[in-house]
């Protein structure tokens, strides 16, 4: 079991936390705003599927990453529309909205490359040590030999408990989630507030996305890159309470549930099944939300269009 | 914060502070009667949010390279217009109108069954256990009948879990159920390399299911009797929800688990009945296709049914009869892409953007129409 401690593991872990944090960090704010998004499946791909054509078209991934935002924000604007201008449902609206990325994706791969992307050197985005503080022991190795992404993570996560705790927009964020009716009746543009969430929370998924496919997977794009890591998202996102320091260490969590499988090998002896750790991060969720799920209180309005 | 409150018509009391866990998902409730209100369409609006998403879709079919014409008779040929075409839009009807039926069961009584592709997926293991390992040892007349037995109970007890940890830990169903999801698609997967495996395949399939265990078919074509019992799905969901006891409490719970509690039902009970009718149906997608398209357990057999039967519902206004209609459109749909993808190198995933489209168009259309009735009101 001592390769539970070793720094090759929770470095893995917090490298496959990254994607699931930053969905997770958007999903949380816009979820505070009182917008269930099950569409952050669909997000996430659509990201995905962006970074790995842009990048493969422009040939840098820095771009790719980029553009994967931008398709995130796009997508989520209109998801917004959707969701917060015409009021729709928010579950069908997020089920209709993951069948239709699913399949766009799918047929624009095969339309756009059929004979495969090509794939740039992903090296922009590989781990870079930091100077000092990667020489620290055991902490330098996990924390501070990171892609860039982790490192900007780092500055996000505390910037996003501050946001929302501590400045006026985050307190509108909150009213408008937790009282849609009392906020609109106080003069707020609830309408606006969750368009603009949903903004954020669509850019946070497709950077998510291009993570997944740029780092994790090596800038290798396939039907369904995804794979349920959105309602990963989401269960994470509630079961966190709603607060981005909570939903940072879920999200390590779930990184070193994946990150079990390198290990698998030397610890287990090669008897487990693959099944099994593909199966973890999701058993992981499923006993988290058993642990926490009655004593969270959500947003009182959450899933609730405003009809005013 | 408040006193007690006391139910006037039968004198009980009724405590506020230990409120059923269902109740407290009050918000979750209200959407469901939004959903059941919102999606109570005419059909022509429903009519009308398809041929904009067909339009669209044949739209991709030029973008992709076809023609209209071209795409329009591939169309016809792989839905009514050869016997092939129907054969092929019905076996794709059937799991899909499982879901739809099975789903309509736990929406109605308000519990957001997301976790139909889990329940499928493990009625398909069921399936398997039963055709092809019990099978073998049981008298032949009862292999079908067990098989299909097995899965049901599966399905069932997979949604089952999901209302127990709601009603006894408060877990929102809508996020367990996706969770279960994943969990039974990778048990499949657990399954067929290692303690169902066939030892004398160098895939990852169970053994095949024995002659006996497989649904019958029609003829010598590929039509199985999956179809069959989908239709009688239909209409026992149907007589359940509308013509029974039962029936009405279930849909009590629905509409408002608060007052269903005032009048006495049982709202936990309900919560956890509700998930075990809606699993059961569910699973038996999964039973038809493995003894009645597959024969083995494999992994990937459903091509993401569970999300399709969802789509139907919805589209269907959580009616049953309805879902009959427009699961056989989705097969089509289905047959469609499936026979554009060979004949003209169109993707099939075509079909998900088809599928995926309409419930967006009406549930914005019931959305913005509910916001104007309210601002109507209001004025």
């Known amino acids: ?308 | 914060m408040t006193q007690r409150e006391t139910d006037t018509r039968s004198g009980t009391e009724v405590e506020p502070s230990r409120a059923p866990d269902p109740v407290r998902g009050g918000d979750r409730a209200r959407s469901v009667e939004r959903l059941a209100r919102l999606f109570d369409r005419p059909w022509p609006s429903i009519i009308a949010a398809f041929v904009v998403s067909l339009g669209i879709g044949l739209l991709l079919v030029v973008l992709a390279g076809g023609t209209a014409a071209e795409a329009v008779d591939v169309a016809y040929r792989s839905t009514v217009g050869s016997q092939q075409g129907m054969i092929d839009s019905l076996v794709y009807t059937t799991p899909r109108l499982l879901v739809a039926v099975g789903v309509i069961v736990a929406l109605r009584s308000g519990q957001f069954n997301l976790g139909a592709e889990g329940q499928l997926q493990v009625g398909a293991i069921g399936a398997a256990l039963g055709g092809a390992f019990l099978a073998p040892s049981i008298p032949g007349p009862l292999a079908l009948p067990v098989s299909l037995l097995l899965a049901m109970v599966f399905g069932a007890l997979w949604a089952g879990l999901a209302a127990v940890l709601k009603v006894w830990r408060g877990c929102d169903e809508l996020i367990t159920t996706l969770l279960l999801n994943f969990i039974a698609i990778y048990l499949v997967q657990l399954m067929v390399q290692g303690a169902m495996k066939d030892p004398s395949s160098t895939f990852n399939q169970s053994k095949r299911v024995i002659a006996v265990a497989e649904l019958p078919r029609f003829g010598f074509t590929r039509l199985h009797y999956g179809i069959v019992i989908a239709v009688a799905c239909v209409v026992l969901v149907w007589f359940l929800l509308d013509r029974t006891a039962l029936g009405l409490r279930l849909r009590s719970v629905g509409y408002n688990p608060v007052a269903s509690r005032y009048q006495q039902l049982r709202v936990g009970r309900l919560t956890v009945a509700a998930m075990l009718i809606s699993g059961a149906v569910c699973a038996l997608a999964g039973a038809g296709e493995t003894l009645g398209v597959q024969f083995r357990l494999i992994q990937g057999f459903s091509s993401g049914f569970g999300f399709e039967g969802l789509a139907i519902a919805f589209l269907a206004s959580l009616r049953p009869g309805r879902a009959l209609v427009i699961a056989l459109i989705f097969g089509g749909i289905f047959s469609t892409a499936t026979r554009l993808q060979q004949e003209l190198g169109v993707t099939a995933s075509l079909a998900y953007v088809v599928e995926g489209l309409p419930i967006v168009l009406l549930a914005c259309a019931a959305g913005a129409q509910a916001l104007r009735a309210q601002r109507k009101g209001i004025a």
């Open chain 1, 1 to 308: 079991m001592h390769n539970l401690v070793e720094s090759f593991f929770w470095a893995s872990a917090i490298a496959l936390a990254a994607p699931i944090l930053l969905a997770a960090l958007g999903e949380t704010f816009a979820q505070r705003a009182g917008v269930f998004t099950i569409g952050i499946e669909g997000l996430m791909l659509s990201g995905a599927f962006g970074a790995a054509a842009v990048a493969s078209w422009s040939g840098d991934v820095i771009v790719g990453f980029a553009g994967a935002a931008l398709a995130g924000a796009v997508l989520g604007a209109l998801y917004g529309v959707a969701v917060v201008l015409f009021r729709a449902d928010q579950v069908v609206v997020g089920i209709g909205f993951n069948l239709i990325v699913l399949g766009a994706t799918s047929m624009l791969r095969r339309g756009l490359f059929p004979t495969g992307m090509e794939v740039p050197s992903t090296s922009a985005l590989d781990r870079h040590e930091l100077p000092l503080l990667g020489d620290l022991p055991w902490i330098g190795e996990v924390l501070f030999d990171q892609s860039p992404i982790v490192y900007a993570l780092y500055v996000l996560t505390p910037f996003g408990v501050f946001l929302l705790f501590r400045t006026r927009v985050g307190l509108l964020v909150r009213a408008v989630g937790d009282g849609a009716l009392a906020s609109s009746a106080a003069g707020i543009r609830v309408p606006r507030i969750r368009m603009w969430v949903m903004v954020v929370n669509g850019t946070l998924a497709g950077a998510a996305g291009a993570t997944l496919v740029l780092v994790n997977a090596g800038g290798v794009f396939v039907d369904n890159l995804v794979d349920g890591r959105g309602y990963l998202v989401l269960a994470l996102t509630m079961f966190a309470r709603w607060h981005p320091g909570w939903v940072a260490l879920g999200a390590v969590l779930f990184g070193a549930a994946d990150a079990l499988q390198f290990i698998a090998q030397a610890t287990f002896g090669g008897h487990v099944p693959t099944a099994v750790f593909l199966m973890a991060p999701y058993l992981l969720a499923l006993a988290a939300w058993v642990v926490m799920g009655k004593r969270s209180r959500a947003p009182s309005d959450l899933g609730v269009p405003l009809l005013a």
